[in-house]
């Protein structure tokens, strides 16, 4: 399985652009890399996606390394309502579908 | 509004009992999945199915039981073999059309069960 390392834990100051990364040397030509968050004692929310090239939604921006071995979630004006653990997933090569697995991810603590 | 839906969103069972945690999705998701989590720690697949009348398990997926009857229903009986079954319980769906179109998950709210 592709793995994937982030930090433990992460503080960021209201209103100022959060980054979290997200290192998978292992990853394949083929795998996309995921992006979720989970607010305390909820279920996990998706954020976004990408494979190749750099992405941005309504939520947040994601930077692909050339090399792919990399990644950065950037929340680009973190709010308190941000705060949460943030999953960066790749999904295992033995199956197919979209069997996530869930690492311990990165608290990322926004403060006012 | 299409979603996931879990429910009780608190269970408390006595020790030795079996206990069924409902997970209904209207989303026409092909893929369902039972996800355990303790304090402080990532998500753990259960089980997990990619169409009806099948299912494959886990990484945990001991003491633990599922049926997939209809597309829309997957259901996670916790039962008394499961040796430490105090915890948070997730039910997630998605499309999956297949592991290189990416595809996101849905996730309930979760159901937290409490054994005493």
């Known amino acids: 399985d592709a793995k994937t390392t982030q930090p433990t834990s992460m503080d960021c100051a209201e209103g100022r652009a959060a980054n979290l990364p997200c290192n998978h040397s292992?990853?394949?030509?083929?795998?996309?890399v995921y992006w979720y968050r989970q607010i305390h004692s909820q279920g996990p929310q998706y954020i976004i996606h990408?494979?190749?090239n750099n992405e941005t939604n309504e939520m947040a921006s994601l930077i692909i390394t050339e090399d792919r071995k990399s990644s950065t979630l950037i929340l680009p004006h973190a709010t308190l309502r941000d705060t949460a653990v943030y999953y960066c997933?790749?999904?295992?090569?033995?199956?197919?579908?979209?069997?996530?697995?869930f690492g311990e991810g990165t608290q990322l603590t926004v403060n006012p | 509004d299409g979603g996931i839906t879990q429910s009780p969103k608190y269970l408390f069972r006595k020790e030795g009992q079996n206990v069924t945690l409902s997970c209904e999705q209207n989303?026409?998701?092909?893929?369902m999945y039972w996800y355990r989590q303790d304090p402080g720690q990532g998500l753990r697949l259960i089980y997990y199915?990619?169409?009806?009348?099948?299912?494959q398990k886990g990484d945990i997926a001991e003491g633990y039981s599922v049926s997939r009857e209809k597309k829309e229903s997957f259901p996670l009986t916790v039962t008394s073999a499961q040796k430490n079954p105090t915890a948070f319980y997730l039910c997630?769906?998605?499309?999956?059309?297949?592991?290189?179109?990416?595809?996101?998950?849905?996730f309930g709210q979760g159901t937290r069960l409490t054994v005493v």
């Open positions: 292992t990853i394949s030509g083929n795998e996309y």
């Open positions: 997630a769906s998605s499309l999956d059309r297949g592991r290189f179109d990416g595809t996101e998950a849905f």
């Open positions: 997933i790749l999904p295992p090569e033995e199956t197919s579908g979209s069997r996530l697995t």
């Open positions: 989303l026409n998701h092909d893929a």
């Open positions: 990408g494979l190749k």
């Open positions: 199915s990619q169409i009806v009348n099948d299912f």
